[in-house]
């Protein structure tokens, strides 16, 4: 299901998150992410100024309340239901992703082919579904009238996208999208109310990327790249989406896996040199330094456009909690 909530405050969460203090000769400190004069509204919807103690019992409890009311949706179609609550499972700190620092840079690139826990193992404890015993005593028609009442029936050939993927409606998606649409519904950012500032959230963050703001630091950027012998990139976006598009299109004529690929490590190498001359252009423009107090500027302005109708959902979203 589409909805412009997630989007625009997906917008502002990447780019304040790719604010770092970094700054060329003279540049000065670039502004602290935390300091994002529009983040600190959008931090109040999705529990980002609270403490990582604080954000594990919320996302505990909303798992809770959300396996509660698939219960009681499953129970009033005729099936048995114990609520899956797994706690603990959930890591908010955000430290191990460090793409400023050289050393981590030179390790991880982007962190697309390679990141902080690939390797990781997971956990070593095998988890069993409390509702394994219950569906094996169904027989197969009733498993499989179990589990579209669960999460709604399979997706149709002509609904998905080239991609495989396809848009999700929760009306269709069984108890799980009707718990789903009734957790959504205690957030504030998903009224009706709302709308309307969420669609000029998103438009601001549109009408900014698109905008000739960060033209000349831009500029600069792109001549020192150019300089190192990587011309061809005009923002610094643009560098590390073409590791993205490559990966893309690496994995989609992937016909099976292949361990340690050659071909996946070559580009993991290439990502790393790229990104480490894009670093050096960064720290030698003052890069982030100058795109920070640009953005946080227009923040300001979009912000003094509607401080009482984002002072009204930070309100409405600290009252929820």
């Known amino acids: 299901m589409r909805s412009t909530a ?7 969460a990447v780019l304040t998150a790719a604010l770092t203090a970094c700054s060329g000769p003279g540049a000065g400190e670039a502004p602290d992410p935390a300091d994002s004069p529009l983040g600190k509204y959008m931090s109040a919807l999705w529990g ?3 403490s990582e103690k604080e954000q594990q019992e919320r996302y505990e409890k909303e798992n809770t ?6 219960a009681e949706c499953m129970s009033e179609e005729g099936f048995e239901y114990i609520p ?4 603990g499972g959930i890591v908010f700190s955000g430290s191990e992703w460090n793409p400023e620092d050289r050393e981590w840079v030179a390790q991880y690139g982007y962190g697309m082919v390679n990141f902080p826990g690939r ?5 070593t404890e095998e988890w069993i579904d409390p509702n394994q015993d219950y569906v094996m005593s169904l027989s197969e028609s009733e498993q499989q009238a179990y589990y579209e009442t669960l999460s709604g029936p ?6 998905l996208n080239e991609d495989g993927s396809y848009e999700w409606n929760w009306e269709t998606a069984g108890c ?3 718990a789903q649409h009734e957790m959504e519904g205690a957030n504030p ?5 709302f709308e309307p500032l969420m669609k000029a959230i998103e438009e601001f963050w549109t009408e900014m990327q698109e905008s000739n703001a960060f033209d000349e630091i831009d500029a600069e950027w792109s001549e020192c790249m150019a300089d190192a012998g990587h011309a061809g990139y005009k923002t610094q976006s643009e560098a590390q989406m073409s590791f993205n598009d490559e990966l893309n299109e690496y994995y989609e004529n992937q016909t099976e896996w292949i361990e340690d690929d050659p071909e996946l490590a070559e580009i993991g190498e290439r990502e790393i040199e790229l990104a480490l001359v894009d670093l050096d252009c960064r720290e030698k423009t003052g890069y982030r330094a100058a795109y920070a107090r640009i953005q946080f500027a227009l923040e300001e302005e979009f912000i003094a456009d509607h401080r009482a109708e984002l002072d009204a959902l930070k309100a409405a979203a600290e009252q929820g909690r």
């Open 6 to 12: 997630p989007l625009a405050i997906a917008a502002v």
């Open 48 to 50: 980002g100024d609270l």
């Open 65 to 70: 309340q959300r396996e509660e009311l698939i």
């Open 84 to 87: 899956v609550v797994q706690n």
């Open 119 to 123: 390797d990781d193992p997971g956990p």
């Open 154 to 159: 399979p997706i149709p050939d002509d609904q």
């Open 176 to 178: 799980y999208g009707y």
């Open 189 to 193: 950012a998903t009224s009706d109310e």
